[in-house]
């Protein structure tokens, strides 16, 4: 398990495509000593290649000759586009050639190709994506972040389970505070599911599960792991996204009113670069889909450079880890509980 | 209709009781040339009116014995409270001695007394909670931001019936548009209730529905009324309530860490303050629970005398325009369609 990890890269997704993806992979592994499966059109890949100095890299490019396109559906991608890169990447994982998968592409294809093909960790019910935000203190763990639509109370358990494991790994949380995200503190408080999935981790070992956070105590840093529904979690994941930026933006019309007040802004300038850094989401490239025999990362469209080698990194520090298995004996420890609520 | 309105303010409610509730009143009822009757303890309430100057202000004390606790069940209080302030309060609503209701008590009994004691506009299926955020444009209203957590397609649809009228009377947008909150832009994104819902909007009459909005549209300012159920709308109203000043926080640690961006910070002052009044939720002072046969101002337990007169503000727009009119009308109007899905 502890051997170097190789990372299979769909060179292809990405708003921007190889120009961006392939450069990015190329650093990164010179960056973290991984090796990198380039994935997609050879032709397109090794001209990106040839622009780039390339000593001591690990790397292959591993051809796949479909392009997924971002209006096609999940399900038709699955099971028409058999030598796509994302769906050759995700066999990669399968076959054991590759630890896990990165994608910038196509985020349903990619998540769906992780699920049915690289297959999901035996007693896990539902994959699902872990986003993590920038809070007050340290990042915050979203979970999940858009998998899944219609969720059961014991999905929502396993989440945090799941979410659980990736924080002590990733960030080094010795004992992370996970809570269920709900319209009231009080046990008792939230819609149906979240009020039976309460009672579940009430009864769940080894889960430092600190009951219910509220709206208000996702940016204030006093929790860890952020347990809700792939709806919601979609919802609040995208919108403090856009919250900095448009806070800023608000705030810059201020700032930039008067003379005195944009003479005052210019000096503090580099302390503004630094805040825009600490809400930039390229600095975490996207989200893990968690749950699987393997791992897969679904990166932003937009993804640049960094954000492609932060989501190595963090792809890496879980395989080397071995983040899979803590979860695995996590799920397995608490299957009792799942049982007993999926037969209510 | 448009004679003088007469508000009923629960003198009692809220964390610093009737020394900030009953000068905010007072204050607003000056301002804004319309009656208060001030209803609570009438010993406090006397005591808090002598501290004020009162010429020419049209107020009257209502006497209610019992005082609502928090931890109380909003149940208990509408079931055993029957002198409590709140429940005076909606009775002479109910009645037709007050056009509206303003509390800054417990938010579950204030809900449910509206409910319950007041009652709905016919063919109203669920009264809901229209919250107001700021945004880099013209304010957004959320509804449902609480009052309803597990909602039916047809109780999202009549949401954005009472948003946008709402919208155009308050904040008089000729033709607010109105979106479902969702996780992807295209139609059949969403949960089962949501894209049942945008199915009914789509047929609908008099109202401008864009589609489907994504958190990060939230605050761009290009939605005017955003639907969501009551669980979400809680979660997004209090995240932005928090998240603006978090990120003032982690802001000013950077520009207070060095000297020069220290003194540029200083300089800048005014414009930081300009901001933080308009992400101020004091602005807004609450939500209004709409679809009752009168109106039910839910003001944060915080509230500050110019909360109160926000909220005073708001509800007294609300009657002057008529506003449960044009909302009945628009609910007959779609009256068909309502009655259609909830038959599915």
């Given at each position: 398990?502890?051997?170097?990890?190789?990372?299979?890269?769909?060179?292809?997704?990405?708003?921007?495509?190889?120009?961006?993806?392939?450069?990015?992979?190329?650093?990164?592994?010179?960056?973290?000593?991984?090796?990198?499966?380039?994935?997609?059109?050879?032709?397109?890949?090794?001209?990106?290649?040839?622009?780039?100095?390339?000593?001591?890299?690990?790397?292959?490019?591993?051809?796949?000759?479909?392009?997924?396109?971002?209006?096609?559906?999940?399900?038709?991608?699955?099971?028409?586009?058999?030598?796509?890169?994302?769906?050759?990447?995700?066999?990669?994982?399968?076959?054991?050639?590759?630890?896990?998968?990165?994608?910038?592409?196509?985020?349903?294809?990619?998540?769906?190709?992780?699920?049915?093909?690289?297959?999901?960790?035996?007693?896990?019910?539902?994959?699902?994506?872990?986003?993590?935000?920038?809070?007050?203190?340290?990042?915050?763990?979203?979970?999940?972040?858009?998998?899944?639509?219609?969720?059961?109370?014991?999905?929502?358990?396993?989440?945090?389970?799941?979410?659980?494991?990736?924080?002590?790994?990733?960030?080094?949380?010795?004992?992370?505070?996970?809570?269920?995200?709900?319209?009231?503190?009080?046990?008792?408080k939230g819609n149906s599911q979240v009020k039976e999935a309460y009672e579940l981790y009430k009864m769940a070992e080894h889960v430092n599960f600190i009951g219910n956070a509220e709206g208000r105590d996702i940016f204030s840093g006093d929790v860890d792991v952020i347990v809700c529904d792939g709806f919601v979690g979609n919802i609040i994941v995208k919108m403090s996204e856009g919250v900095a930026f448009s806070l800023m933006r608000m705030?810059?019309?201020?700032?930039?009113?008067?003379?005195?007040?944009?003479?005052?802004?210019?000096?503090?300038?580099?302390?503004?670069?630094?805040?825009?850094?600490?809400?930039?989401?390229?600095?975490?490239?996207?989200?893990?889909?968690?749950?699987?025999?393997?791992?897969?990362?679904?990166?932003?469209?937009?993804?640049?450079?960094?954000?492609?080698?932060?989501?190595?990194?963090?792809?890496?520090?879980?395989?080397?880890?071995?983040?899979?298995?803590?979860?695995?004996?996590?799920?397995?420890?608490?299957?009792?509980?799942?049982?007993?609520?999926?037969?209510?």
């Amino acid at each position: 398990m502890n051997a170097k990890p190789i990372l299979a890269i769909d060179a292809m997704g990405g708003d921007f495509g190889p120009g961006v993806i392939v450069p990015g992979a190329i650093q990164a592994a010179r960056e973290l000593k991984v090796k990198v499966l380039l994935v997609g059109d050879a032709p397109q890949v090794e001209s990106e290649l040839a622009k780039l100095s390339l000593g001591k890299v690990e790397y292959e490019i591993v051809p796949a000759s479909e392009v997924v396109q971002m209006h096609e559906k999940p399900s038709d991608i699955l099971r028409r586009k058999k030598d796509s890169s994302i769906q050759v990447a995700c066999r990669l994982v399968k076959d054991g050639a590759a630890d896990g998968v990165i994608s910038a592409g196509h985020s349903g294809a990619t998540v769906a190709c992780g699920i049915f093909i690289i297959g999901r960790i035996p007693g896990v019910e539902r994959p699902a994506l872990a986003a993590f935000l920038p809070t007050e203190k340290n990042p915050l763990v979203v979970i999940d972040a858009g998998a899944n639509v219609d969720c059961r109370p014991y999905h929502l358990f396993q989440f945090g389970l799941m979410g659980d494991a990736f924080a002590r790994d990733i960030f080094g949380y010795p004992s992370p505070r996970v809570a269920l995200l709900s319209i009231g503190e009080e046990e008792g408080k939230g819609n149906s599911q979240v009020k039976e999935a309460y009672e579940l981790y009430k009864m769940a070992e080894h889960v430092n599960f600190i009951g219910n956070a509220e709206g208000r105590d996702i940016f204030s840093g006093d929790v860890d792991v952020i347990v809700c529904d792939g709806f919601v979690g979609n919802i609040i994941v995208k919108m403090s996204e856009g919250v900095a930026f448009s806070l800023m933006r608000m705030l810059k019309r201020e700032l930039f009113s008067g003379f005195v007040t944009k003479f005052g802004t210019w000096l503090s300038k580099p302390a503004f670069k630094r805040f825009t850094n600490t809400v930039d989401y390229a600095e975490y490239g996207g989200a893990p889909l968690l749950g699987l025999q393997g791992i897969c990362f679904v990166c932003h469209g937009k993804s640049n450079s960094r954000a492609m080698t932060n989501a190595v990194k963090i792809v890496a520090t879980f395989v080397e880890k071995g983040t899979n298995e803590r979860m695995r004996e996590s799920i397995i420890t608490n299957e009792e509980l799942t049982r007993f609520s999926r037969a209510l």
